[in-house]
């Protein structure tokens, strides 16, 4: 499977602008070869909460039913975080979705792990299910940024089958050895792949100026960075997987089988 990680810069409150440039990315990572391509945490929106919320109040889904649909059009499965509204609900979620490449909504998660230091988690509502995508290319689970610090959940997409796991964050500086580290360790522990596309560029809150710093990077189960993008700059890599190189490595190191979930 050949992954497009797209490290892009989002303006906030700006759908219209965003989706034009997932768009745009989409097409070129098609052109490049890739089946998938995956973007950063809130790719259509930014964090301004109030805009989000006014957006699907008017709107509704109309940003997932783009993204479907540039998928189709593409003819590439695009895989991104953006805000969504259940019916009876007054919070959005965070929700990553996997469009496929025929158009349809393959697969959602709604992050579970709520960013309350920057109180997140008094304008979004939590999500409580883990997911693995059953997907053409092999089961894949999927988490959005805080989500990587809470390793439990990842051990339980690897027990429900998953190979890789995408990570769709937005990160700031001065955090990113954090995300670094902890997405290797991730990959190390469970033994499968881990694909963490990190936002770039800034976003303004009031006063205060929040400078993300990419690093977005494709891990393989040893550990080992098979690419990355450079910090800081919007950019696009790619990336070859091939899940049967997670089974050989479970094979040699059977970590996951001497697990003793009994005493934990």
Known sequence: MKIAMVQMDVAQGDFDKNLGKIASFAKKAKEGGAQI????EMCVS????KKNLEYLKTYGDAAEKRICQIAKNCDIAVCGSLPHLCEGESLPRNRLIIAGADGELAAFYDKTHLFSVFSENKYVKRGDEIVVADTPYGKIGLAVCYDIRFPDIFVRMTKKGAK????SSAFPHPRSEHLRILARARAIENQCFVIAVNRGGSEQFGETSVKYFGMSAAIDPWGGIITECPEDEECMAFADINFDEVDNIRSQIPALADRRDDIY
């Open 37 to 40: 391509a995956v973007f950063p």
């Open 164 to 167: 890789a796991i995408f990570i």
């Open 46 to 49: 930014g964090f301004n909460y």
